[in-house]
Structure formats: C-alpha cells, structure tokens
C-alpha cells in the first residue's frame, strides 16, 4: 500500500472537491460529526484548512485513489497536531496505519519538530488501535474532555510520537509512576 498527501488549495482549485468531502461524510468522532456546507464554507474562508498554523492534503492511496484528508494544525507551535478524516466507504479496511504512518513521515521530513501529536476521542477503539500499530505512545487521558453535542463529555486520549522514536523504531515510555504524597485529612 502507498499512500501520498498531496497539498490542498481549499479556498481554489480543491474548494468544491473539498466541500462534497466534508458534506457527503459523517465523522461520528469529530467535534462536529456532520458539517453543513454553509459550516464547511465558513471554515475555508476564515483559513481553518490553510493559515500559518494550518495545512491540509488530500490522502492519496496508489490503488483506492483519494480516500480523505489530513490536515497538520498548530504549526507555529513546538509539537504540530493533526486532523484525520477518512471516506466512510474506506474505513473499516486498515488503512489508518499507513495513513498516520506517512503523515508522521512527512512531519520529520519537513518540518524541524521533534514530537508530533494527535488526540481522539476514548470511544474511538480504531484509531486509538492506530496510534498504536503506528509506534505513537499515550500521553494522557483527559477525563470528560471532549465535548458530545448533546451528550455527556467523554474522555479526550492523547498520543504523540518523539522524532528519535521514529528515527530509530524505538518507544520511549511515559513514566506514569508518580511521586507520592501523604494524603492526611
């Protein structure tokens, strides 16, 4: 499997490509699950798909064609984020992997960071699964920190992946040993 970004002009030549993308999918794990296409309009126009602190490509696989977006966000901060949406019609076929595997490649090729970090929500499994298969490590787990539209908050999880890990197929876990305290009332 290859799999190749390719960069996005969301306000030109991708707008309409994008809005049909954004508007034909349901992303149940994304704060906003169905955006409409005045909602997706909105959001180019103000740069949310390409400003200094963000950019966004289309995910290009060598057999399947176009299969979703990525867009690398706060790109003016030390530790770059990203966003991830697949095609419904892709998911479910294990191509999250290799996705999220060259999007890290892309960061460390290009860009002078040296964590790459992304969150999801708890009930996620698949991509949580991803981070995993992909050599990122869980950082946090942020109790009720993702907001549900109409529903309880669930926990936000985060993952990142350290530049000498991806240079060497290495893990550097967290030390989730805390220090101790005595707790007297």
């Known amino acids: 499997m290859n799999i190749s970004l390719t960069r996005m002009d969301p306000a030109g030549s991708d707008r309409e490509a994008l809005m049909s993308f954004m508007t034909a999918n349901e992303f149940p794990f994304h704060m906003r699950p169905r955006p409409s296409a005045s909602q997706v309009a909105s959001s180019i126009e103000d740069g949310s798909f390409d400003d200094e602190d963000t950019t966004t490509y289309w995910i290009e696989h060598s057999e399947l064609g176009r299969i979703g977006t990525l867009a690398l966000e706060d790109l003016t901060d030390p530790t770059p984020l990203f966003d991830l ?15 999220l595997r060259a999007a890290t490649d892309h960061v460390f090729k290009t860009m002078d960071v040296n964590r790459f970090e992304g969150q999801t929500r708890e009930d996620n499994i698949a991509m949580r699964a991803v981070f995993l298969k992909s050599g990122w490590v869980k950082e946090a787990h942020y109790r009720e920190g993702w907001p549900v539209d ?8 985060a993952y990142a992946i350290l530049r000498r890990d991806w240079e060497n197929g290495t893990l550097t876990p967290v030390p989730w ?3 101790t305290i005595d707790r007297a009332p």
């Not at 109409?150 to 999880?157: E, F, K, N, Y």
């Open 85 to 99: 949406r697949l095609d419904s019609k892709f998911r479910g076929r294990g191509l999250g992997t290799g996705v």
């Open 150 to 157: 109409g529903g309880t908050p669930v926990a936000s999880v």
């Open 177 to 179: 040993d805390d220090f």
